[in-house]
């Protein structure tokens, strides 16, 4: 048997040989999924390599760290794998995902792909949730989407130095859904897919980059010159690539090499493809007619239109300008045509006029019409276009989503309603105006919307029974004293008579899913919600039937218009727990006629 000293030499000697290599990622990640476990040693390209030597006396050697001043080796995922992360975490993911490959929403896929915190868009239809596809969610811990897994997170586990929190891989729906959270480096990823292998198998790949690498920094939102003080702050170097993207404003960002969220050397290269001005200047015909000049008396009168190869024309046709007009295309994609003062005369969508006669095209002039060559010479001294704002589809969006799109582009809203006998209680079915037409701001243009449109009869005892089993749910939510209120399929929730959003009825059970995201209502800082404060009341309130007032005012506060004509049942605060009407509140129960709840509103004293 070897001695102390002898086991001490031979070690020594083997040290001298050994030749030592970065931790092995593949493997690393490989035994992780295996296991489903964080790994502690999962240093990617770090400073510490594991080497181990087994010698007779059982004993294992592990080498010092490399030397001071050494370059990390680079992080690398396994094969057929990309790193992508936030900040300084990172998770291996399938080469061919995409990135930000998502609906207007923001967040719903159709195919595999990375998504980065992204509110979507108001201003289009909201995309479908695909069931059979995977995705993984990188945003921040102070995102409405990290917050559902935060609450369920257990203990955070030490990975490379920072604390990691994981909510497990449970059936969330037609899905697998869990998350890793890093709150000290205010990252939440969380991961869906029909497979909880694959959820299983990303998570459990998580590491914390070395110094020296970091990940493209990740908000799509961000504007251009915050993204580029974010790299820099990276200290990433930025090759602005601008290309026209009609219907998008400038300085958007379309795209970037490497895409969001890649692992990176500090002081690597990214091109950032934006969104550039309008295109510029488009070759129009004109002829040498100023204002003033003699003119001819005939009139062309319709809506402008632009070919493919920029030619403005009314109908078959063409147009011939004055002298130095000038036109370009804008970020939408329409056609303006400006006066020498820059002031915009025509555009392309919208009615036209003007005074002039039919010509030969002057020689030369672009925009030749069949083989005559005939078009209209413009011998008018145009105005100024008037204000006009183009009207927005708003079919397939809810009720408050078409309303403050239309505001927001200064129309004038006004809602109908429809029974629900075909399409989703609150979403909006028809419009009045069509869209894409311009119109004066202010234009009313209405909408359809789905909404019940009968009332049941009073039963005072069920509807105490209704407010009880409400109170029950926010006191213990699950899925016991859910299923003790009879919710419709779908429930509306909103503030007083502001309709917020849909929610199906079966996640009614998670106090997440009650948390309205508004910023102010009433003087009060949000969020919102109506399990709060039934929980707060301790099961002390008042239950009355109909519309009522607030706790000073004497004017009746209405229901969200796509719940007007349901039974309203409110249950207020009892006067008795407050001294004076900053503590009152009101939650508000809407039943349909099939006695199901269809919507739940919350109301509090405006001082």
Same mark, same amino acid.
């Given at each position: ?14 040290? =001298? ?13 490989? =035994? ?81 792909? /990375? ?44 990975? =490379? ?36 292998? $694959? ?14 690498? /970091? ?96 030619? *403005? ?46 010509? !030969? ?85 209405? $909408? /359809?919307?789905?909404? !019940? ?102 004017? *009746? ?17 009892? !006067? ?26 919350? =109301?509090?004293?405006?001082?």
């Amino acid at each position: 048997m070897m001695s102390e000293s002898e086991v001490r030499d031979l070690i020594a000697e083997a040290g =001298d040989e050994i030749t030592t290599r970065p931790a092995p990622v593949d493997e690393l990640v490989r =035994d992780g999924r295996r296991t489903a476990r964080v790994r502690r040693g999962l240093q990617v390209g770090g400073v510490v390599a594991v080497v181990g030597l087994v010698i007779a006396a059982g004993l294992v050697w592990r080498p010092a760290t490399e030397p001071a001043g050494e370059v990390a080796t680079p992080p690398h995922a396994p094969a057929g794998m990309r790193l992508v992360g936030m900040g300084r975490v990172a998770v291996a993911v399938p080469e061919d995902w995409g990135t930000n490959d998502v609906g207007c929403d923001g967040h719903s896929t159709k195919h595999e792909s /990375v998504v980065f915190d992204s509110e979507g868009s108001r201003s289009c239809r909201v995309a479908t949730a695909y069931a059979d596809v995977s995705s993984l969610h990188i945003v921040g811990t102070g995102s409405h989407w990290a917050r559902r897994f935060i609450e369920r997170a257990e203990p955070a586990r030490d990975v =490379d130095g920072v604390p990691i929190a994981q909510a497990r891989t449970r059936e969330d729906g037609a899905q697998f859904t869990g998350a890793l959270i890093a709150e000290t480096e205010d990252v939440v990823m969380w991961v869906a897919s029909p497979d909880p292998e $694959v959820v299983d198998d990303i998570l459990n790949s998580v590491i914390v980059l070395p110094e020296g690498f /970091v990940t493209v920094p990740t908000d799509p939102n961000m504007p251009l010159a915050t993204t580029l003080a974010a790299m820099q702050s990276a200290g990433l170097e930025v090759n602005q690539v601008e290309q026209p993207k009609p219907g998008w404003s400038a300085g958007a960002l379309i795209s970037s090499d490497p895409p969001l969220g890649s692992v990176v050397p500090v002081g690597s290269t990214v091109t950032l493809v934006v969104t550039g001005e309008p295109t510029g200047e488009i070759p129009i015909a004109t002829s040498d007619w100023k204002p003033g000049d003699v003119g001819m008396r005939a009139l062309i009168a319709g809506v402008l239109h632009a070919r493919e190869d920029g030619c *403005l024309s009314v109908g078959n046709t063409d147009l011939v300008w004055p002298a130095h007009y000038s036109a370009a295309r804008k970020p939408d994609g329409s056609v303006v045509v400006m006066r020498p003062d820059g002031q915009v005369v025509a555009q392309t969508g919208r009615p036209f006029e003007a005074g002039g006669g039919s010509s !030969p095209t002057p020689s030369g002039m672009p925009c030749r019409v069949g083989d005559t060559g005939e078009a209209f010479l413009i011998q008018d001294a145009l105005a100024p276009l008037p204000a006009q704002v183009q009207v927005p589809g708003v079919v397939g969006l809810r009720e408050h989503e078409a309303v403050a799109l239309l505001e927001d582009l200064q129309l004038h809203p006004t809602l109908a309603y429809r029974p629900p006998d075909a399409g989703e209680i609150g979403t909006v079915v028809d419009q009045s105006a069509q869209p894409g037409v311009y119109v004066e701001p202010g234009t009313e243009v209405q $909408v /359809v919307v789905i909404a !019940p449109m009968s009332v049941p009869a009073a039963d005072p005892y069920a509807d105490r029974q209704l407010a009880e089993a409400l109170y029950e749910l926010a006191a213990s939510p699950s899925a016991t004293t859910l299923s003790n209120v009879p919710f419709a399929r779908q429930v509306q929730l909103g503030l007083a008579d502001q309709y917020l959003e849909t929610v199906d009825s079966a996640a009614l059970s998670e106090p997440d899913t009650w948390r309205l995201q508004v910023d102010f209502f009433r003087a009060y800082v949000g969020p919102f919600s109506v399990l709060d404060l039934l929980r707060d009341s301790g099961g002390s309130y008042d239950v009355s039937v109909g519309p009522h007032s607030t706790c000073a005012v004497e004017n *009746l506060v209405l229901p969200p218009a796509s719940l007007s004509g349901l039974r309203q049942i409110s249950i207020q605060a009892e !006067p008795a727990d407050y001294t004076s009407c900053i503590d009152w509140w009101s939650v508000d129960v809407f039943v349909d006629d099939q006695g199901e709840v269809a919507g739940v509103t919350l =109301d509090l004293y405006e001082p």
